[in-house]
Each structure stands twice: as structure tokens, then as C-alpha cells.
């Protein structure tokens, strides 16, 4: 389980506290830097099941230097078992030619796209470089091109945004669903991070966000809308149809190990988290040897992670898998979890503990009350 991190844009949405940088700057020099770490280590596995391209954008890294990174990695991996290749996509991008260059790479057999909304009011307030037509077109391409697992991200919260704007954009949704050219959802609430555009211009009162009730209705409206178009949700922010939820996040949340390449990326070997620096120029001169950071999770963050991650998901807690992992923690859990059995946020069955659905809403608040 790969993942890359490429830490380039356009531009910055007002809203980004992702690491990110605008423009093309060191972009030959930093592939090169990242093929150099895949050369210095090594993922868990030699065969490997998911790739994900991350960022940033990775379509704007344009076909050659994406070419670069793919024939670096199949000189070191076995992709004959590989389930799913991801990349990042930014509609602008998505030109008939770039991705008919994606397809000869005959690697990513999966596109998540950064629609964030159809509405172009939407996209202009959150400094989008697209607009609504563009996110269409790109979509289109997509399906002209070949590309069969399509995954889009919209926003709920936006600035202005108001319940109509939001059920437009699942309308477009659906029909773009009937028309067979997505197939997965990622849904996020905008949060205001420190040091954004966004938190600034909310300071300065340039901006009004809906309130919390509009927010909620949202994201009520999504749960019933997926459910009446036939999408599963199998996350608080995940839908797909049938059989196409994301094996690569799938994975993560089940705690498996991953090697994490790029700058600022995170790796993850079962008992110790690792991230490098968020350096784009410390990371061209360390020339594959990474500056980097590691923590050795302790046993009870271990579990609590395990707890987080697992109650964010519609399978909810596996007892079996609890008693193996952590089988110190049984008695803890059962008095800790009792209270939100009681108020419906989750079912218990003799197989694990499920969130439902207002247990979802409130996942990681269920989840920060059970932790140690
Ligand atoms: S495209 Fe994504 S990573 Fe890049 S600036 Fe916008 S939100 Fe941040």
C-alpha cells in the first residue's frame, strides 16, 4: 500500500491548510527527489494492492513527469495483484489529451476528482480555479477517455451556500450518476483552519457561513439522497455504489501499514507513524533520504485510533478484532460505550459495535469518549 504525495497547485483555494504550494516551481526536481525515496524504501508488501496519488493536485505534475513516477515504481513493486491505482484530480486538468495520456499509462484505473460544488457562486467563494461547467466537461472526458471508477469531492458549508444550492448540486450528481459517469462520493463539512484566507476573511466579516442548522440539514439531505440513488455510505463522508467503495482509504481505516512518499507525507508500519517534513526545498536536497519525523505509538494510542477509525465507518467496532488487538480493553469498552447504546448513536450485535445514523453524525465525539 503506496502512497505519493504531490504538494503542487495552481492555485491556493481560500480554504486549504493542506500542505500545498501554488505554481510549477522545483516540480522536475521534487519528482526526481520522490523517485530517489522509492528507491532508498521499501513498502510492507513486494506486491503491491493500492496505489493513491495525493496532494496538492497530481494532475499538475502533466503526464511526463507522472510517466517518471509510475516506471520508478514498477521497477521496484509487483503490481500483478494491484486492486486499485488513485490519482487526484483537479477538473481544469482533465483535458481530453492529458487523459488520454493517463490512460497509456495503463496504471490508475481510478480518478478522484476536486469538484467541491457544481455551483459557480460556490467556487468563486472558496477561490476555486474551476467553474461548474468545467467540473462537467471534466467528468465527461473522464468517461470519454475509458475511466470506469470515477470519484467526485463536494463541499457542504460553503460560504452563501444554502440548502437549494446544495440539493442542486446533488441533483447534477444524480444525473451524472445515472449517466453512468461516477461511481464514489466524498463528502466534507468546509472547516475553518487557522492561518487559511478563509479564516481571515471571516475575521474581517467579508464572508458569512450557514449557520449550523442549514449545515446539518445538509448533510441529512445527503444521508437520505444517497440512500434513495442507491449509494452506500461506508464512512461519515464516503458513498459509492455497490462494490466500488475506496479499497486504498478501506485499508487505512483497518490500520493497514502503508509507506507514505513526498514531502509531508505519512507512513505507517503497524507500530510507529512517520511523516516527513512539509519541505519542499529540504526535500529535493536530501535527495531520497528524507527529513523526517517518527513517534512510537503507545498502546493506548493505538487503540485509540483503532477506536476513531472504526467508528467513523458504517462496520463500526469488530469485537473479534477488538479482543485480539486489544484484549485489555474489553471491559473498558463495554462500560464506556453503554451510555450511547442507550441513546440509539450506536447498536450493539453480537459482532460488533455499529454507529447509526445520528451515531455517525456525532462519530468522533462517541469516539473522544471512549478513548484512555
Ligand atoms: S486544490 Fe486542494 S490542495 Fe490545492 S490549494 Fe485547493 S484545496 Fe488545497
Sequence with gaps: MIYVHIPFCHHKCSYCAFFSVAGRREMDAYVEALCAEMRRRRAPERSVRTVYFGGGTPSRLGIALLQR???????????????????????????????????????????????QSFADADLRAINRVHNGGQA???????????????????????????I?????????TGALLRGGLLTHLSCYELSIEPGTILERQLRQGRVELPDEETVAAEYELLMRWCHDVGMEQYEVSNFALPGLRSVHNSRYWRRVPYLGLGAGAHSFDGSHRR????????????????????ETLSREDAFNEFVMTALRTTAGIDKSELSALFPWAASHISATIAPHIAHGLIVETDEAYVPSSSGLLQADAIAASLFL
Design 69 to 115: 513516477l509510475v516506471e520508478q515504481l514498477r521497477a521496484l513493486y509487483d503490481f500483478s495483484q494491484l486492486q486499485e491505482a488513485t490519482i487526484e484530480a483537479n477538473p481544469e486538468d482533465l483535458t481530453t489529451d492529458f487523459l488520454r495520456g493517463l490512460r497509456s499509462l495503463n496504471f490508475f484505473n481510478r480518478i478522484s476528482i476536486g469538484i
Design 136 to 162: 462537467l466537461e471534466a467528468l465527461q472526458n473522464a468517461h470519454e477517455a475509458g475511466f470506469t471508477n470515477v470519484s467526485i469531492d463536494l463541499m457542504m458549508g460553503l460560504p452563501g451556500q444554502s
Design 164 to 172: 437549494d444550492t446544495w440539493r442542486r448540486n446533488l441533483d447534477c
Design 275 to 294: 511523516w516527513n517534513l512539509a519541505d519542499i526545498a529540504a526535500y529535493v536536497a536530501a535527495a531520497g533520504d528524507a527529513p523526517h519525523e517518527q
